[in-house]
């Protein structure tokens, strides 16, 4: 499983005892100090540059100053100490729904979205990727009403149907799926924009991937598919053999809806074609889209998945998926090392995006931080159609540090203590 684990301490017994009182502190320097903040002590974990063992890490300026095995806290202005936690890149979540606040019921265009922020950091997430809620028609409402207002950094996959995910009814007019006015839109907002969707497609043609395709290329962007139904016209093994370009994005791989494992428990032939041909493969666990006999099965053939993403909406955060550290944490117990879970869930991600930019810790990158707590135990994930499975990890968030500003602090561990605070003043 994991490679490595630094030496632990209880944070149970932190609260009791007081523990915290030297977790975070003022260096008290008369002069201007070289950091803002110290992770100090942590087991650091960046898939980028294969990082994975104990290493401080200095933030200046909201960006990442220096990765070492020892930094002097007398640099720093305040230094947290992070022992026997997990530092990994802020996590990216490819595949989430957020846009909320229109009044529209039952509708992911609406009242099924969640905000951002109030499900992100806590998770340690610090970046998603809106999976195709809005359409050319509505997306500038959407990145006026949710984008530009989040603390959450917000991408998007610009749906092909131009009302975006209003319903059943909506998501199935081809007439409604037109390519340039989509690629248009995409290339309007292209720092915002990462891609085309194609969803929930009930009928037997191709039409859906092909105009999101043709929108794709006018733009640049690759095109993520949930493949809705699987027909003899309209095949699993054609679209990843022919349709598919590299770089585009297979969405709920473990979801056995569209033939992902054949009837004798087996990986689709096609899966493998695709991947060799370049195509990512995303998880989108969802309240429908993640089967543990899925997963089991194609993983045990050694197919894993490029990304780890949660499809957020308030039915799945509300049944099995919970959120990404519980979408992850069953990536722990299917087998995979931490470091791998970390790598699908942060690097992988941000390449997938093409945002290159984000999902490592190297030196001038932004300081989007997560710092995870793995514990131990007998615990039980539950898959999308009910079924559990038990682990003995499970990750926890502790800490989450967006553009070097702490956003999320479980346990207070950059507060100081009670006592060491004058009465009347606040904690800083």
């Given at each position: ?37 110290l ?23 909201g ?24 530092v ?6 490819p ?11 039952n ?33 500038e409402d ?26 059943v009814?909506?998501?199935?007019d ?6 340039r006015?989509a690629?248009?839109?995409a ?75 054949t ?9 493998a ?18 089967a ?5 099965g194609?993983?045990k ?21 919970h ?52 514990e ?53």
């Amino acid at each position: 499983m994991d490679r490595m684990m630094p030496s632990r301490r209880s944070f149970l017994g932190l609260a009791a005892g007081g523990g915290l009182l030297l977790a975070s502190r003022l260096t008290g320097t008369t002069q201007a100090a070289e950091f803002d903040l110290l992770l100090r002590g942590g087991h650091v974990i960046d898939p980028r540059s294969k990082v994975s063992g104990l290493r401080d890490v200095a933030i200046h300026n909201g960006r990442i100053a220096a990765i070492a095995a020892r930094i002097d806290p007398g640099r720093a202005s305040q230094t947290v100490d992070v022992t026997g936690l997990y530092v990994s890149p802020g996590l990216i979540d490819p595949h989430v729904h957020v846009y909320a606040g229109t009044g529209e019921r039952n509708s992911l265009t609406g009242d099924r979205s969640v905000y951002p922020d109030g499900f992100t950091f806590r998770a340690g997430v610090t970046t998603v990727a809106d999976a195709g809620c809005a359409g050319w028609r509505n997306f500038e409402d959407f990145k006026e009403r949710i984008i530009d207002r989040s603390r959450t950094r917000v991408f998007a996959f610009l749906n092909i149907v131009g009302a975006g995910m209003r319903g059943v009814k909506l998501e199935q007019d081809l007439g409604d799926m037109q390519a340039r006015p989509a690629a248009d839109m995409a290339l309007r907002h292209r720092r915002v924009i990462v891609g085309v969707k194609t969803a929930h497609y009930a009928g037997p043609e191709f039409t859906p991937v092909e105009r999101s395709l043709e929108a794709g290329s006018h733009a640049n962007i690759p095109v993520m598919v949930d493949f809705g139904r699987d027909f003899p016209q309209r095949r699993l093994e054609e679209l990843l053999a022919t349709k598919l370009r590299p770089g585009d994005i297979y969405t709920h791989v473990y979801s056995g809806l569209r033939r992902e494992l054949t009837p004798e428990g087996h990986a689709n032939p096609g899966l493998a074609i695709g991947r060799r041909r370049g195509i990512l493969f995303d998880v989108g666990h969802g309240g429908g889209s993640f089967a543990w006999r899925v997963a089991t099965g194609i993983i045990k053939e050694g197919f894993l998945p490029d990304t780890i993403s949660t499809d957020l909406h308030t039915g799945s955060m509300n049944a099995g998926m919970h959120d990404m550290l519980n979408v992850m944490s069953k990536f722990l117990a299917l087998g995979l090392s931490l470091d791998d879970v970390i790598l699908r869930s942060t690097w992988n991600c941000a390449r997938a995006l093409k945002q290159e930019q984000l999902g490592h810790l190297s030196v001038g990158a932004a300081a989007d931080i997560a710092v995870l707590r793995l514990e131990t135990g007998d615990f039980g994930f539950v898959d999308s159609f009910g079924a559990r499975r038990r682990g003995n990890k499970r990750l926890c968030c502790e800490m989450t540090l967006r553009d070097g500003r702490i956003v999320y602090d479980l346990n207070g561990l950059s507060r100081p203590d009670w006592t060491t605070i004058p009465e009347g003043k606040k904690g800083k």
